[in-house]
């Protein structure tokens, strides 16, 4: 079952997370992300799936303004704060208050990002590739998804136990920082140097690195990946049924967070795979 963790935000009520799974809507403003590449990456656009995803359940907003994907150019600072900075700049204006992280490697880009509005950062390098983005955290008070992403990774490398070593150094680098510990959020990084065989492992054995964490909650984002596609020999657009799939095998393995694309189908499993584990809510 579901371990419960508040995790408070800065400047908006804190995250509660348990047995109700929270949706974490994409919103990414890149002409080149591997799904969604330069759908939302004007001004107008971006904000208008933003009030998209909110209508249809989405807890917390992700705004990113660099692709990860194999073989993605890297995004010079100055340009990443130009996509992201004017969509932040506008959710708010909108009056839009839901959660927003800033997907992002770049300790400026998280600052900045924090200054506009942001609630989360988002690292995709586990606080291990820039020093300063702990630091950054720690000074905004902002709890911290923790991404999993180990270039030394090979296909006969143990997922689980490397995984919780990789862990072990993201949660003592928050901790050194200043970070309260159980504020920072694991995420596996499905599809990150991962063979077909080992994003499949993990999220069959999630358990187990649920835990191993007892204190820390975790991110399931398996939306639209390659571990789809490989399996079904299907495009991105074609991915959701497989997406849904393992969003409720990941909610049922003890996930809390689901990052998505397609919000409202999502959401509606989700609302479905808890009434199947903990019972409909009460009328």
């Known amino acids: 079952m579901h371990t419960t963790h508040t995790i408070p935000l800065a400047h908006r009520p804190p995250l509660v ?12 403003v890149t002409p080149d992300s591997f799904s969604d590449g330069g759908q939302h990456d004007h ?9 998209l995803m909110l209508a249809e359940g989405a807890d917390i907003l ?9 073989g993605a150019e890297p995004v010079p600072v100055q340009l990443e704060l130009d996509r992201v900075i004017p969509v932040i700049d506008a959710i708010r204006a909108a009056g839009i208050t839901a959660p927003i992280s800033i997907d992002t490697m770049k ?11 942001a609630d989360i950062i ?21 709890p911290v998804i923790a991404m999993h992403w180990d270039r030394q990774w090979t296909a006969e490398t143990n997922p689980i136990p490397a995984m919780a070593a990789y862990f072990r150094r ?6 050194e920082a200043g970070i309260d510990p159980t504020h920072v959020i694991l995420d596996p990084g499905f599809g990150f140097t991962k063979t077909l065989n080992q994003n499949y492992s993990i999220l069959r054995q999630l358990p187990e690195l ?13 939306s639209r990946k390659s571990m789809i596609g490989k399996l ?12 849904l799939a393992t969003t409720v095998q990941g909610y049922e393995r003890g996930g809390h967070i689901f990052r998505v694309h397609d919000v409202a189908a999502n959401h509606d499993a989700l609302r479905v795979a808890e009434a199947t584990l903990y019972s409909p809510p009460q009328s």
């Open 43 to 51: 001004v107008e656009a971006a904000l208008a799936h933003a009030r």
């Open 107 to 117: 300790p400026l880009v998280a600052h900045q990002a924090m200054e506009a509005g």
């Open 170 to 175: 993201s949660i003592a680098i928050a901790t």
């Open 210 to 222: 649920t835990h191993a964490f007892p204190d820390n909650a975790v991110l399931v984002g398996t």
């Open 62 to 70: 992700d705004i990113g303004g660099e692709s990860t994907r194999p």
């Open 232 to 243: 079904l020999d299907n495009q991105p657009a074609e991915r959701l049924p497989g997406t």
């Open 17 to 28: 997370l348990g047995q109700r799974a929270l949706v974490m809507g994409i919103l990414n």
């Open 122 to 142: 988002n690292d995709v390098n586990g606080l291990q590739g820039a020093p300063e983005m702990a630091q950054i955290a720690a000074v905004m008070q902002a």
